[in-house]
C-alpha cells in the first residue's frame, strides 16, 4: 500500500531515478485483533552512484528530479497526514541521504486505517491507489485479505523510459512480509512462500512485472 | 517599432556590418569608463552573406522589422556594416550612461524601418525617438545612429538629501506618503544635474498607513516553530498584510519609479546634447589595442576600479574595488575606506583563428602585485606529472602557486587590501598580518606543499562500490547487510609535489590508527569512510608526490613503479608552458557520457553527439606578462564549415530549423 504511494510519487516525480535498481520493502506486523504495524522502507543504495549524479540534476528529459529538500518535503508531508489519520499512532520517518534509504511506519488501530490512510494520501498525490490496493481482516475467520487491482498509469509512465532505462529496472524490486500471531493456515497468491515458523508469508516480485501487470499481489491469508 | 527591440536589432547586426573606426570612436566620451567595439568588417569577412541573411531569416529577425513579403538582406537595415560600432559607459556617482554608436550607411533605409510604428520628435535638431518611459533615446544623422540610456544609482537616490530634493518617498515610511498631497509632477531641468522637483502634486492613493512599530508587532507575534512556508503564510494572512497594504507600497514605489525617470529623461537629454555637441571630448584610441581582421569584438576598462566601483557603490567587494582609484582622484571623491585590490585596465578580444575561436584577456595590475604574483605563480608542474597526461586523458587541470612566496605576499597583501576598509581597526589588521608573517614559516611550509597541482579525469574506472541490501532468515525477519558491486565510475587522480612528507606520513598513521584509513598495499591507503556516491578513494606518497585517486589499478602501478604511460606533447606543453591550464578533451565527452549512462535532455543529445567532430576546450594563463595577467579560453570547432564563425550560424540555423 505505501509501497505505492511511494513507487507513484518515484514513478512520476522522478522517473530519472528509476534507470536504476532499488527495493522497496513493505512489512505489515497483524494482532489478531486487526491492530498492529506497517514499516515501508525505499532502499536505492544500489544505484548510489548514479543517485547522486542524478540528484545534483535539476531535469533529466524534461522529467524534474527531485532534490533532498523535495524529498524532505514529501516524507515530512506524508507523516503529517499519517498523524492525522484517524487510528494512525506512533509515526516515524527516516532519511538516510549517504545510503539513500527512505523508512517510513506506523501501528495502526484496525485494517480499515489503512484503507482511510491509503485514501487519505490518494486525495493527497491526486492518485487512486486507493482504487487498486484494499486491505481487510476478518477477526472472526482470522483471514487477511488483500486486494491488488492492476493499474495500467505506471505502465504509461514506464513507457516514456528509454528501453535501455527499462532493462535496469529488472534488478528493482518489491517485497512485502506479513507477520501474525498465528500460524498460517493457508494463502493464495503463487508467488508468496509461508515461512517455517508458519507465522510469516513473504512475496518478492520485480517491479517490471508489477508494472506490467506481470506480477499480481493479491493474497488471502487464512490464519490457525 | 519598440526602440528596444530596434537597439537589440542593431546589436545583432553589429556583428555584421570597419574602418573608418575612428569617425565614431572621437565621438566616444573621453571618461568613458568600458569601450566595447565590434568590428562589423571582421563578421562581414568570415560570414557567407547569404548564409547569414538566411539564418537572420529563419530567426525571424526581418519579420520584426522590415516587410516579411519579400527576401530581405542585412543590408537593407542601412547600417553601415563596413566601419566598427561602440558602445561604451560613463557616468557620476548618480546615473551611469550606456550609449551606443553605430555607423550610418543609408538614412532613407534606416528611417524606413524605424517610421513604420514610431513617434519621431526632433530634439537638438535630429529626429528622435524615445522608449516609453524616455529612459532610453535613439537619435541619427546621415552618418551616426546614437544611443543612450541611464542607470540611476540606487545609493544616490537613497540619500536624504537627495529624496528630499527630488520629493521621492521611503518606502518603509508611509506617513511620508499620508502627508504627500498632490496632483501632478513637474521637473524643470535648469542645467547640468540641476532639478527642481515638485512633488507636491502627486495623486493621494491610499488612506493606509501603516506604523513601523505595527509593523515590528505582526513580525514578532508569530514566534512559532513551524516550518517557514506556514510562517510565511500565516503573516501574509494577517490584516496588516492585506491587498491594501502591498497597494501602497507599490504606489510608492510607482512614484519613486515616475520621479526617477523623469529625472533619468532629463539628465538623458543633457548628456546627449553635450555628447553630440562634443563637449564631452574624445576618447583616445590609444587606450584600445589595434584590433586585427580576425578580432570581432573588443572590450576596453580604463579601470576595473574605478568602473566596478561606480556600478557597485553599495557592494562590499565589487564597490570597494574601485575605492582606491577614487582615492586616487578618480570621480568618487568619498569613497575614501577603500580596500586595494591593486587591478587596472582590462583588455578582452574575441578573435576567429580558422575553424578555432579564442577569447583573451589581459588584467593590468599595479607594480608591488606584478612582482608579487610572478614571484607566486610559475610556469609548469612537477616534470613528472607531465607522463600522467596521456592519450587517455579526458580533462586536466594544472595550476602551480608556490606556496612559499604566497605566504611571504600574504600579510602584505592582507595590509594593502585590507587595512583601509576597517580605518579604524587598521593597526590590528596591520598587526595580524605581522603576526602571520613571524608564526609562519613559509620555507617549511612551501616545502610541504610547494604549490603546483595536476588534476586528471582519466576517463572510467570499475570501482567496488557498497551498498545496502537484505537477508532473510526463515522466518522471514531480515537483517540489513552491506554488500558490494562493481560499478563504472569517472576516473580522477589529484598529484601534488611535496619535499617534506612528514606531515603527511604523519596524518596517514593518524589515520590507520583511528582507522580512518586502511592500507591495502604496501604504501598505498584507502579512505574508510565513502562518501554518498559510493565512490572508494585512495592515497600514496610516492617520490616526493602525494596521489589521491580513485583508480585502484593505477595506484598499484605506482606504488610498484610500474607506470608506463606518456604525456602527450601537445597536452604536456600546455601544462608546461603555463601557470595554469584547464584542457578538456572534447571528443571523447560523448562516449563518456554514454558508458556513463547519464541522461541527456532532448536539445543536449545533438550537440553531445557533435562533440566528437570538436577540438580541445582549452582554458590557459601564461600568468604575468609584461604588467598583466593574460588568459586566453579556446574551443576548436568542427572543420565542417570555413570557419568558427560559419560553425556557429550553422549551429543556429540549423536549431531553428529543429524549432520549426
Request: glycine letters at 6%; a negative charge.
Given at each position: 500500500m505505501l509501497k505505492k504511494i511511494l513507487f507513484y510519487f518515484f514513478l512520476t516525480?522522478?522517473?530519472?531515478?528509476?534507470?536504476s535498481c532499488f527495493d522497496i520493502v513493505e512489512e505489515i506486523d497483524l494482532k489478531s485483533n486487526g491492530s498492529g504495524a506497517i514499516k515501508v522502507t525505499v532502499n536505492l543504495s544500489k544505484s548510489r552512484t548514479k543517485v547522486s549524479s542524478l540528484m545534483k540534476?535539476?531535469?533529466?528529459d524534461g522529467l524534474k528530479i527531485p532534490s533532498e529538500r523535495d524529498i524532505r518535503s514529501e516524507i515530512s508531508k506524508i507523516t503529517t497526514t499519517l498523524k492525522k489519520?484517524?487510528?494512525?499512532?506512533?509515526v516515524h520517518s527516516s532519511l538516510d541521504f549517504t545510503n539513500y534509504i527512505a523508512v517510513v511506519s506506523c501501528d495502526f488501530r484496525n485494517i480499515n486505517a489503512l484503507n482511510t490512510f491509503v485514501k487519505t494520501l490518494s486525495a493527497q498525490f491526486k492518485t487512486s491507489l486507493s482504487d487498486y490496493s484494499i486491505y481487510s481482516y476478518d477477526a472472526k475467520s482470522k483471514t487477511l485479505s488483500r486486494t491488488y487491482k492492476y493499474n495500467s498509469a505506471g505502465q504509461k509512465e514506464l513507457n516514456k523510459l528509454k528501453p535501455e532505462n527499462q532493462k535496469s529496472l529488472q534488478n528493482a524490486y518489491f517485497t512485502y512480509i506479513y507477520r501474525f500471531e498465528h500460524t498460517v493456515a493457508t494463502q493464495k497468491n503463487s508467488l508468496a512462500k509461508v515461512s517455517s515458523n508458519k507465522k510469516a508469508v513473504m512475496l518478492k516480485a520485480n517491479v517490471l512485472d508489477i508494472v506490467n501487470g506481470k506480477a499480481n499481489l493479491s493474497n488471502t491469508i487464512t490464519l490457525n | 517599432m519598440k526602440i528596444k527591440f530596434l537597439l537589440l536589432s542593431l546589436g545583432l547586426t553589429l556583428g555584421v556590418s570597419t574602418s573608418n573606426a575612428q569617425d565614431l570612436i572621437r565621438k566616444v566620451?573621453?571618461?568613458?569608463k568600458f569601450v566595447v567595439t565590434f568590428n562589423n568588417k571582421a563578421f562581414l569577412t568570415h560570414l557567407n552573406a547569404n548564409e547569414l541573411n538566411s539564418t537572420l531569416s529563419k530567426i525571424g529577425f526581418f519579420d520584426k522589422i522590415l516587410d516579411n513579403n519579400s527576401d530581405h538582406s542585412?543590408?537593407?537595415?542601412?547600417?553601415?556594416?563596413n566601419n566598427k560600432a561602440y558602445v561604451y559607459g560613463n557616468g557620476t556617482d548618480s546615473i551611469q550612461y550606456v550609449g551606443g554608436l553605430f555607423p550610418m550607411a543609408n538614412r532613407k533605409q534606416f528611417e524606413a524601418i524605424v517610421t513604420k510604428d514610431s513617434k519621431i520628435e526632433i530634439v537638438d535638431n535630429l529626429p528622435t525617438i524615445y522608449s516609453e518611459d524616455r529612459t532610453l533615446r535613439m537619435s541619427w544623422d546621415d552618418n551616426t545612429i546614437y544611443f543612450l540610456t541611464g542607470l540611476s544609482m540606487g545609493s544616490y537616490f537613497d540619500k536624504e538629501e537627495v529624496k528630499e530634493r527630488y520629493g521621492l518617498l521611503s518606502n518603509y515610511d508611509y506617513s511620508d506618503w499620508a502627508e504627500a498631497e498632490a496632483d501632478t509632477v513637474s521637473v524643470e531641468f535648469d542645467e547640468w544635474g540641476e532639478f527642481v522637483v515638485d512633488?507636491?502634486?502627486?495623486?493621494?492613493?491610499?488612506e493606509v498607513v501603516i506604523s513601523e512599530d505595527e509593523l515590528n508587532e505582526v513580525e514578532m507575534?508569530?514566534?512559532?516553530?513551524?516550518d517557514e512556508y506556514d510562517i510565511v503564510d500565516s503573516v501574509l494572512a494577517q490584516d496588516e498584510y492585506a491587498d491594501d497594504y502591498y497597494l501602497q507600497y507599490d504606489s510608492i514605489n510607482r512614484h519613486n519609479d515616475s520621479l526617477k525617470n523623469v529625472i533619468i529623461g532629463g539628465w538623458l537629454n543633457t548628456e546627449f546634447s553635450h555628447l553630440i555637441s562634443g563637449n564631452l571630448g574624445s576618447y583616445s584610441?590609444?587606450?584600445?589595442?589595434p584590433i586585427s581582421s580576425n578580432t570581432l569584438i573588443n572590450l576596453h576598462i580604463d579601470s576595473l576600479g574605478v568602473l566596478f566601483g561606480a556600478l557597485y557603490t553599495d557592494n562590499p567587494i565589487w564597490g570597494n574595488l574601485g575605492y582606491y582609484q577614487s582615492m586616487m582622484?578618480?570621480?568618487?571623491?568619498?569613497?575614501?575606506n577603500a580596500p586595494y585590490y591593486g587591478m587596472e585596465s582590462l583588455d578582452a578580444q574575441i578573435d576567429v583563428i580558422g575553424n578555432s575561436m579564442k577569447l583573451s584577456s589581459t588584467l593590468g595590475f599595479d607594480k608591488k602585485l606584478v612582482k608579487q604574483y610572478k614571484e607566486i605563480y610559475r610556469k609548469g608542474?612537477?616534470?613528472?606529472?607531465?607522463?600522467?597526461?596521456?592519450?587517455?586523458?579526458?580533462a586536466f587541470f594544472s595550476v602551480n602557486a608556490n606556496t612559499e612566496a604566497y605566504l611571504k605576499a600574504l600579510p602584505s597583501m592582507i595590509s594593502r587590501n585590507y587595512s583601509t576598509i576597517f580605518p579604524y581597526y587598521n593597526d590590528f589588521v596591520d598587526l595580524g598580518a605581522s603576526i602571520f608573517e613571524v608564526l609562519l614559516d613559509e620555507k617549511a611550509i612551501g616545502k610541504v606543499y610547494k604549490g603546483d597541482n595536476l588534476l586528471v579525469l582519466n576517463g572510467l574506472t570499475k570501482s567496488e562500490v557498497e551498498y545496502t541490501d537484505y537477508e532473510y532468515d526463515e522466518d522471514y525477519n531480515y537483517t540489513e547487510v552491506v554488500k558490494t558491486k562493481m560499478e563504472t565510475i569517472p576516473q580522477f587522480m589529484w598529484m601534488f609535489s611535496s619535499d617534506d612528507t612528514r606531515i603527511f606520513d604523519r596524518m596517514i598513521q593518524v589515520g590507520l590508527n583511528r582507522e580512518y584509513l586502511e592500507e591495502v598495499y604496501s604504501g598505498l591507503y584507502r579512505v574508510v569512510e565513502v562518501n554518498s556516491s559510493g565512490i572508494q578513494i585512495y592515497l600514496q606518497i610516492k617520490d616526493g608526490i602525494v596521489f589521491v585517486s580513485d583508480d585502484l589499478m593505477k595506484m598499484q602501478d605506482i606504488a610498484s613503479n610500474k607506470v608506463n604511460t606518456k604525456g602527450v606533447p601537445k597536452y604536456v606543453a600546455l601544462a608546461k608552458n603555463n601557470v595554469a591550464a584547464l584542457v578538456v578533451n572534447t571528443k571523447r565527452i560523448p562516449v563518456l557520457l554514454k558508458e556513463l549512462d547519464i541522461p541527456l535532455s532532448d536539445s543536449l543529445k545533438g550537440f553531445v553527439g557533435e562533440l566528437n567532430q570538436y577540438g580541445d576546450f582549452s582554458i590557459i594563463s601564461p600568468g604575468i606578462v609584461g604588467n598583466a595577467f593574460k588568459s586566453e579560453a579556446k574551443i576548436d570547432f568542427p572543420k565542417?564549415?570555413?570557419n568558427a564563425l560559419q560553425y556557429l550560424f550553422d549551429v543556429i540555423s540549423r536549431k531553428q530549423n529543429i524549432a520549426d
Open positions: 516525480c522522478s522517473t530519472g531515478l528509476m534507470t540534476l535539476d531535469k533529466v489519520t484517524n487510528g494512525i499512532s506512533n | 566620451p573621453a571618461n568613458a542585412i543590408d537593407d537595415l542601412g547600417i553601415d556594416l512633488s507636491t502634486s502627486v495623486a493621494d492613493i491610499s507575534a508569530d514566534e512559532i516553530d513551524q584610441t590609444k587606450k584600445i589595442k582622484g578618480d570621480v568618487n571623491q568619498e569613497y575614501t608542474v612537477n616534470p613528472k606529472f607531465y607522463n600522467f597526461l596521456d592519450k587517455d586523458v579526458v565542417s564549415k570555413a
